[in-house]
C-alpha cells in the first residue's frame, strides 16, 4: 500500500477545517492549522452494474480531518488535528458483470490526513494527531465476473496518516501521532472469469508516516 497516495487521494476528497496562514516581514509564511471533528461520518456506495463497454471505477471514502499544505517559501508550520467520534466508516457493496475495460473498486477511512510539501531554503514542521474515534473502518463486498481486463478491488482503514516533503537544504520536523482506535478493514470478492489480472487487498494502519528530503547540493 502506497502511504503517499493513500494521503493524496484523502486529502483532495475531504478536505474540512480551518487553515490559517501568513507572511511575515522576513519573507516567511506561517501557516497554522487546527481541526477538531467530534460527530461520525459514514460514506456508502451500493453499485449494480450489468454490460459496461468501458471501465468501472467505484469508491467511497470517509474521513475525519485533513489538510493539503503547498508552499514555495520558507515555511513554518503548525498542525493539530483531533477526532473523537462513534464512527468512521466507509463501504462498498458492488455486484459487476460484463466489463469491457478495467474494474476498480476502492473504500477508504481515515481519522486525521496531513500532506505538506515545500520548497524553500528552510522549513519547520510540527504536526499533532490524535485519532479517538471508536473504530475507523472500510469494508469492500463485491461479486465481479465476466470483465474483459484487470480488477482491482482494496479497503484501506488509518488512523493517522502524515506526509512531508522539502527540497530546503535546513529544516526540522516534529511529528506526533496517537492512535486510541480500533483500526479495521476488510475485503470480501467473490470473482468468475476475468479477462485481466485480479488484485484484492486489505489494509489497516494504526499510524503511518512518511517524511522524504531532497539533496539540493548546497
Do not use: R, W
Not at 463486498?141 to 480488477?151: L, W
Amino acid at each position: 500500500m502506497g502511504t503517499a497516495a493513500l494521503t493524496l487521494t484523502l486529502s483532495s476528497a475531504y478536505a474540512d477545517g480551518s487553515n490559517n496562514s501568513g507572511t511575515d516581514a522576513g519573507g516567511v509564511s506561517n501557516v497554522l492549522n487546527g481541526q477538531v471533528n467530534l460527530n461520525s461520518q459514514q460514506a456508502n456506495l451500493n453499485l449494480n452494474s450489468t454490460n459496461v463497454a468501458g471501465n468501472i471505477s467505484g469508491s467511497a471514502v470517509s474521513g475525519g480531518n485533513a489538510i493539503d499544505i503547498t508552499t514555495m517559501n520558507n515555511t513554518n508550520v503548525t498542525n493539530s488535528q483531533y477526532v473523537s467520534t462513534s464512527n468512521i466508516g466507509s463501504d462498498v457493496y458492488a455486484n459487476v458483470n460484463n466489463v469491457g475495460g478495467t474494474t476498480d473498486l476502492e473504500s477508504q477511512a481515515v481519522c486525521n490526513s496531513a500532506s505538506i510539501s515545500m520548497d524553500p531554503t528552510s522549513t519547520n514542521v510540527n504536526s499533532t494527531q490524535e485519532c479517538k474515534a471508536t473504530d475507523p473502518s472500510a469494508t469492500v463486498t463485491a461479486n465481479v465476473s465476466n470483465t474483459m481486463n484487470d480488477v482491482t478491488i482494496a479497503s484501506s482503514a488509518i488512523g493517522n496518516t502524515f506526509e512531508e516533503d522539502t527540497n530546503a537544504p535546513f529544516g526540522t520536523v516534529q511529528n506526533n501521532q496517537i492512535n486510541h482506535s480500533a483500526v479495521n478493514a476488510s475485503t470480501t470478492a467473490n470473482t468468475l472469469n476475468v479477462g485481466g489480472n485480479l488484485t484484492a487487498t486489505a489494509s489497516a494502519v494504526g499510524n503511518t508516516g512518511q517524511i522524504i528530503h531532497y539533496a539540493t547540493g548546497n
